[in-house]
Protein backbone atom coordinates (compact mmCIF):
# COMPACT_ATOMS: atom_id res chain seq x y z
CA UNK A 1 0.00 0.00 0.00
CA UNK A 2 1.63 3.44 -1.33
CA UNK A 3 1.33 6.00 1.67
CA UNK A 4 0.59 10.19 0.76
CA UNK A 5 1.82 12.80 3.05
CA UNK A 6 -1.80 15.38 3.35
CA UNK A 7 -0.55 17.18 6.29
CA UNK A 8 2.04 17.92 8.38
CA UNK A 9 1.41 19.56 12.06
CA UNK A 10 3.85 21.23 14.73
CA UNK A 11 1.25 20.70 17.53
CA UNK A 12 1.22 16.84 18.89
CA UNK A 13 -2.27 17.30 19.95
CA UNK A 14 -3.73 18.70 16.74
CA UNK A 15 -1.51 15.83 14.65
CA UNK A 16 -3.51 13.03 16.89
CA UNK A 17 -7.17 14.86 16.46
CA UNK A 18 -6.87 14.70 12.86
CA UNK A 19 -5.60 10.81 13.04
CA UNK A 20 -8.51 10.11 15.46
CA UNK A 21 -10.94 11.96 13.06
CA UNK A 22 -9.64 10.13 10.26
CA UNK A 23 -9.80 6.63 11.73
CA UNK A 24 -13.04 7.25 12.69
CA UNK A 25 -14.19 7.46 9.07
CA UNK A 26 -12.42 4.81 8.02
CA UNK A 27 -8.91 6.30 6.34
CA UNK A 28 -5.76 4.18 6.54
CA UNK A 29 -3.58 6.87 7.74
CA UNK A 30 -1.06 7.00 10.56
CA UNK A 31 1.66 9.29 12.27
CA UNK A 32 5.07 9.63 10.97
CA UNK A 33 8.06 11.39 13.14
CA UNK A 34 5.45 11.48 15.40
CA UNK A 35 8.08 10.35 17.99
CA UNK A 36 11.00 12.62 17.18
CA UNK A 37 8.84 15.70 17.72
CA UNK A 38 7.27 14.71 20.97
CA UNK A 39 10.56 13.93 22.03
CA UNK A 40 12.45 16.77 21.65
CA UNK A 41 10.28 19.98 19.87
CA UNK A 42 13.83 21.56 19.02
CA UNK A 43 14.31 18.69 16.15
CA UNK A 44 11.08 19.90 14.70
CA UNK A 45 12.00 22.03 12.47
CA UNK A 46 14.82 19.50 11.53
CA UNK A 47 12.14 16.27 10.66
CA UNK A 48 9.70 19.21 9.26
CA UNK A 49 6.79 18.38 11.62
CA UNK A 50 4.72 15.53 12.29
CA UNK A 51 3.75 14.12 8.99
CA UNK A 52 0.23 12.74 8.59
CA UNK A 53 0.26 9.96 5.92
CA UNK A 54 -3.10 8.67 3.83
CA UNK A 55 -3.11 5.89 1.81
CA UNK A 56 -3.60 6.87 -1.94
CA UNK A 57 -6.61 4.85 -2.42
CA UNK A 58 -8.37 7.28 0.85
CA UNK A 59 -6.29 10.63 0.05
CA UNK A 60 -9.34 12.15 -1.65
CA UNK A 61 -11.92 11.29 0.69
CA UNK A 62 -9.25 12.77 3.45
CA UNK A 63 -8.44 15.93 1.95
CA UNK A 64 -12.07 16.37 2.36
CA UNK A 65 -12.38 15.65 5.65
CA UNK A 66 -10.03 17.72 6.71
CA UNK A 67 -10.75 20.88 5.55
CA UNK A 68 -14.51 20.21 6.47
CA UNK A 69 -13.28 19.42 10.36
CA UNK A 70 -10.80 22.48 9.88
CA UNK A 71 -13.48 25.00 8.63
CA UNK A 72 -16.02 23.80 11.39
CA UNK A 73 -13.27 23.61 14.28
CA UNK A 74 -11.76 27.41 13.26
CA UNK A 75 -15.77 28.75 13.12
CA UNK A 76 -15.20 28.54 17.05
CA UNK A 77 -11.77 30.17 17.09
CA UNK A 78 -11.86 34.11 17.59
CA UNK A 79 -8.77 35.99 15.83
CA UNK A 80 -6.29 36.70 17.91
CA UNK A 81 -6.24 40.52 16.67
CA UNK A 82 -9.67 41.58 16.17
CA UNK A 83 -11.31 38.85 17.95
CA UNK A 84 -13.80 37.87 15.05
CA UNK A 85 -14.62 34.66 14.41
CA UNK A 86 -13.64 34.51 10.93
CA UNK A 87 -10.46 32.74 10.22
CA UNK A 88 -10.23 30.74 6.93
CA UNK A 89 -7.59 28.61 5.49
CA UNK A 90 -5.16 28.98 3.41
CA UNK A 91 -2.82 27.30 1.38
CA UNK A 92 0.39 28.23 -0.71
CA UNK A 93 2.57 25.56 -2.59
CA UNK A 94 5.66 26.48 -3.53
CA UNK A 95 7.14 24.18 -6.47
CA UNK A 96 10.73 25.40 -7.76
CA UNK A 97 10.51 25.67 -12.02
CA UNK A 98 13.91 24.93 -12.33
CA UNK A 99 15.84 21.38 -11.24
CA UNK A 100 17.91 23.28 -9.06
CA UNK A 101 15.50 24.48 -7.19
CA UNK A 102 13.74 21.72 -6.48
CA UNK A 103 16.82 19.79 -5.75
CA UNK A 104 17.33 22.38 -2.81
CA UNK A 105 14.30 22.40 -1.37
CA UNK A 106 14.89 18.37 -1.00
CA UNK A 107 18.47 18.47 0.56
CA UNK A 108 16.81 21.21 3.06
CA UNK A 109 13.58 19.81 3.45
CA UNK A 110 13.46 16.01 2.17
CA UNK A 111 10.62 17.01 -0.47
CA UNK A 112 10.47 18.97 -3.66
CA UNK A 113 7.19 20.76 -3.02
CA UNK A 114 7.10 23.23 -0.24
CA UNK A 115 3.26 23.17 1.04
CA UNK A 116 2.58 26.57 3.24
CA UNK A 117 -0.09 26.66 5.14
CA UNK A 118 -1.88 29.38 7.38
CA UNK A 119 -4.90 30.79 8.20
CA UNK A 120 -6.28 34.25 7.21
CA UNK A 121 -8.76 36.45 9.52
CA UNK A 122 -11.32 37.54 7.14
CA UNK A 123 -12.93 40.49 9.49
CA UNK A 124 -9.07 41.88 9.56
CA UNK A 125 -7.38 40.29 7.11
CA UNK A 126 -4.65 39.65 9.88
CA UNK A 127 -2.56 36.19 8.78
CA UNK A 128 -2.35 33.70 11.58
CA UNK A 129 0.31 30.94 11.37
CA UNK A 130 -0.91 28.37 13.83
CA UNK A 131 -4.34 27.71 15.51
CA UNK A 132 -4.67 29.70 18.72
CA UNK A 133 -4.70 26.86 21.12
CA UNK A 134 -7.90 26.21 23.11
CA UNK A 135 -8.09 22.47 23.66
ZN1 LIG B 1 -9.08 39.49 12.70
Known sequence: MEYKQIATYDN???ANMT???LQEN????HLKDEYIV???PLLNPAVGGIKLMVSAHDFPAAGVLITEAENEYLK???CPFCKSCSLVVEEKTDRPD???GRMKNLVAYGQEELHQKYY?????GGKVDEIPSSL
Open 120 to 124: RCQGC
Open 26 to 29: EIDC
Open 76 to 78: EIP
Open 38 to 40: TVD
Open 12 to 14: YLL
Open 19 to 21: LGM
Open 98 to 100: SFW
